[in-house]
Every structure is written in C-alpha cells, then in structure tokens.
C-alpha cells in the first residue's frame, strides 16, 4: 500500500516540509483518536487546473471506541460535493462541525472539519468522523476526553501541533487506554483516569492526586517541569522498587502559553523484566563458549604433555593433528563467546583458522600464499563449528599434497584460495589450489584417509550438504573441494 509521502508526492502539490508535519501528525495521531473515541481522516486537496478533489493520506482508528470504516481509506479520492466541509474548513481555515451522509458506507456521520496550519498556510484537513450521538449523555471520561481532543484540534489550527521534536519511541509510548493524568495551567492535577490512579498506586502513590502537583504526592516531577518550561513533550522512565512506568508529558498550548497538559502513564515493569532477562541469557551464553574454549584449551596442552613424553615419531605427529584439530573447534567457540546471538559472520572464523594454518607451514622454503573470495556472511553457530572443521581439515591437505618439496615450480606462485559464495538458500565453500592435481584413480566417496572421513561425516550428516573434489575446470593443474550446504 502507498505511503503518505508517496500518495501526496504524486498526487498533491504539498512541499517536502509540508509532508514532514504531515508525518508528524500522523506519527502521533492514535493518541488523537482515543482521546475523541472516533476514526481521523487526513486531507490534502489534489492537484490540477480547476479541480476540487481532495485524496485521504492517512486513517486512524480509535483504540478506545468501534471504527465507523472496516476498510482504509487510504488513497481514497473525493471532491467538494462529496466533501463540503473539507473543502470550506480548507478554504476558510477554520474547524467546521456539521453532519453528512458518507456514501462508501451509506450513513449518516458526524464530522468535526480541523484545518492543519503550517507557517501560517492551511495544507490539510483533519476529519474526525464518528456516528450521532442519539440522546445520549457522555460519561466524565468521555467528556474530559473529548475536551482534551478539541484542545489539540485547536492546537493543529493554529499549527502549534504536531510539536516540531521528533515524537518518542512510537511502540513503546503509552497510549491513552494505559492511564492518563489532566493537569491544569498551574500543573496540577485536574483529572486521573481509573488505570492511572492503579499505576500511580503501583508506584506506591496512594494519596488523591487532584488539586495536587505530581511533585506534591511524591513523583519526582522533573519532566512535568521540562515539559511547561519548553512547551515540548517530555518522555521518562520513572523507576520505583520493583515498578517501572513509562510516563509521557504532553503540554497543551493555547494563546497565553501552556495551558496544561497530558501525562500519560504505561507500567512497563513486564517489558523491562523480560528485556534483562534476555540480556542475562545472552551473557550466560557466552560466558558458556568462553568456558567451552578454555577447556579446549586445557584438553590441547594436555595432549601437548603427552606429545612431548612419546618416543616415536608416529605418535607425536598423530597428537599434533589432533591438537590442531581440538584448536578450531576452540577457535569458534572463542568467537562465538564475542558475539551477542548464535549467529556469527563466518569471516570471524575463517580469518583466524587461515592465520592457525599459515603460521604451521610458515618456512623460508615453502612459500604459499591464502587469499579469501567472497563472503559467506552470517551463519548459525551449528553450521559454523563443523565448518570449521572442515575447513581446518581441507587447508591442512592443501598444505601436506598440493606442493611437496622439490616441485619444479617457481614457489611465489604456490596459492591456495577459499571461495565462498551464500544465496541466503545455499552456502557454497570452496577451496582451491594450484598444486599437483589429485592422485591417478582418487575418489572422494573411497578415501580412508583421516582427514576427509571426518570431512565426509561432517559435511553429510551435521551439515546435510555435499562434498565433490574435482581438477579445476579451466584445464590448469590443481584441485578444487566443493562443499555445498543448504541454509533452511
Ligand atoms: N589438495 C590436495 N591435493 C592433492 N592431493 C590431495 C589433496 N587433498 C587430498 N589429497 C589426497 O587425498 C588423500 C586423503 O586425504 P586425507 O585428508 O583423507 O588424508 P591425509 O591427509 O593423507 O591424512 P590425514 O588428513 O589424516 O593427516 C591424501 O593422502 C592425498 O593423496
Ligand atoms: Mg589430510
């Protein structure tokens, strides 16, 4: 569906900062709404030589009382004939009350017409549209409600509302339903909604706030004040033991000044408690890895120990694979104690265990160069930890087969490049040399080497992927390992 930019960018002659206090209003008009109990329709007249027509930009329904349109209005056209008190409240400037039959859902509808001013010049019209009252008297809470609404509708026709701040956190604001407090010119309490008196005796208010400031019953009143003082809205977080309320300051003006205003109260207690909660999970969880780590850590130099009491050769070279084996797996776990969810960017990993490889083969007489194509992005913790073995196990053959010593071969050139490409459906890994190519008759799925088993069961049971081996297929010599994994 088109956006209120869109719809009067195409279809209106309104400036950009015609369109900012339109989105303004908008961004803070539910409170509009249930303070009138009644849907809102903006206005903006259509351009074109001659035309009357106007288009609605916005719709609001009321969160305190039924909507009068099941469908939006959005976009909707209509004219002057449809629409005279759009069109006089537009031409003359001033809010206009009447009654009309709406045809769309052939009724009779009670409008209140709100020219919206900016810097003098009347650039739109707010409708609150709602059904004849039928000789019914309004509660207090409808009254004083429907007061406050006709306060700020007369704030929008001189143009002092919407305030020109940026409006609060809209998910989190408090709405009217969550209990409002009316103070008067001086800041005190006029009026207190029944869900504001529980909130305010939640906070351990117990006292009967009206003719009181909030400051006189024992709430710390600082944003009251800031608010009167720059006749801007104010939003705090007030916290009290265990309670924690959201509390909103909203000043009302008039031709004197602040003549009062809304303060609007949400216990946010729930919010908060599971928000820390989250936070303390998240910590716990990577204080979990950081222990994993250490482990692995302990479990390597013990191995070392072992290493350094064996006599045959064949033995210390099996415990010093299994040590760098033991070290990737700590590697990940090292990173994913840094990271704040389960997912981490698979560079974090891969940059380390290329840097564990290089510094194992690093000697003046086997030059060989690792180079990173592509990106693989962000992978969950359960891809990236066999990954990682994977990769350990793939780089170390590249080291021990592609390029044994006396190759007839200038040795700058020796490369061994990963490539990773991720389509957010798939992952693909591959890891490329330049060396001498497979041996005559090599086939993945017979190997018994060490190495490749672990790489096969990784790559076809914790992975649920595929592993091919292959010559590269541009015709020069080498190998190239394909991993292909999909990503649900
Ligand atoms: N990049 C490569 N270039 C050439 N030959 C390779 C390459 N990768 C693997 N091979 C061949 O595949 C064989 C099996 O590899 P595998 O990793 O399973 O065992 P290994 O490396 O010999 O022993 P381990 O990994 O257990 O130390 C190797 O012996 C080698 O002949
Ligand atoms: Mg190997």
Redesign the pocket.
């Known amino acids: 569906m088109a956006s209120l930019a869109e719809i009067v960018r195409s279809r209106t002659h309104l400036k950009l900062a015609h369109i900012a206090h339109l989105q303004r209003l908008v961004a803070s008009w539910n409170l509009l709404a249930d303070f009138c109990f009644s849907d809102l329709l903006l206005f903006v007249p259509v351009d074109g030589p001659g035309d009357d027509g106007f288009v609605v930009v916005g719709h609001v329904r009321p969160s305190t009382s039924q909507t009068l349109y099941r469908h939006d209005l959005l976009g909707e056209r209509t004219n002057a004939a449809e629409r005279p008190l759009v069109s006089s409240s537009m031409r003359l400037g001033s809010i206009i009350e009447g009654e009309i039959t709406v045809n769309v859902i052939r009724e009779r509808v009670r409008v209140v017409c709100i020219p919206v001013r900016w810097q003098g010049e009347t650039i739109a019209v707010l409708s609150r549209e709602s059904t004849p009252s039928v000789g019914r008297s309004p509660g207090e809470l409808e009254r004083i409600y429907v007061d406050i609404f006709n306060r700020f509708a007369r704030m929008i026709a001189t143009g002092d509302f919407p305030f020109t701040v940026e409006d609060s956190d809209a998910k989190e604001s408090p709405r009217v339903g969550d209990g409002v407090v009316v103070l008067d010119r001086a800041a005190c309490v006029e009026y207190a909604s029944p869900n504001a008196v529980s909130a305010l005796h939640r906070m351990g208010v117990h006292a009967n706030a009206e003719g009181m400031r909030l400051g006189e019953i024992g709430l710390e009143d600082e944003l009251v004040r800031d608010a009167f003082a720059i006749a801007k809205p104010v939003t705090q977080e007030l916290e009290r033991g265990e309670v924690i309320v959201l509390v909103r300051c909203i000043p009302m003006l008039d031709a004197q000044g602040v003549s009062g205003a809304v303060v609007l109260f949400r216990d946010i207690t729930e919010v908060r408690r599971r928000d820390r909660l989250l936070l303390s999970k998240d910590a716990t969880i990577r204080e979990i890895h950081h222990r994993v780590k250490n482990n692995l850590q302990t479990i390597s130099s013990l191995l070392r120990l072992q290493a350094r009491r064996t006599s045959t050769e064949e033995a210390k070279e099996a415990i010093a694979?299994s040590v760098r084996r033991i070290s990737s797996i700590a590697l990940v776990h090292e990173t994913l104690s840094r990271e704040a969810g389960e997912d981490v960017p698979f560079i974090e990993i891969l940059r380390p265990l290329v840097r564990m490889v290089e510094e194992a083969v690093s000697s003046p007489d086997r030059e060989l160069r690792f180079a990173v194509d592509g990106d693989a992005g962000t992978l969950p913790a359960a891809i990236v930890t066999p990954m990682a073995v994977v990769l350990t196990?793939?780089l170390?053959?590249?080291v021990?087969?592609?390029f044994p010593e006396g190759r007839d071969r200038d040795a700058d050139e020796n490369l061994v490049r990963i490539e990773l490409v991720n389509d957010g459906s798939e992952l693909i890994v591959r890891v490329v040399?330049n060396?001498?190519?497979?041996?005559e008759g090599?086939s993945v799925d017979r190997?018994?080497?060490?190495?490749?088993?672990i790489?096969r069961a990784l790559v076809t049971s914790d992975l649920r992927g595929t592993i091919d081996?292959f010559e590269p297929p541009d015709g020069t010599a080498g190998?190239v390992?394909e991993l292909r994994v999909l990503l649900d």
Do not use: R
């Open positions: 694979e196990e793939l170390q053959n590249a021990d087969h592609a040399d060396g001498v190519g497979l041996p090599f190997v018994n080497g060490l190495g490749l088993t790489v081996m190998t390992v």
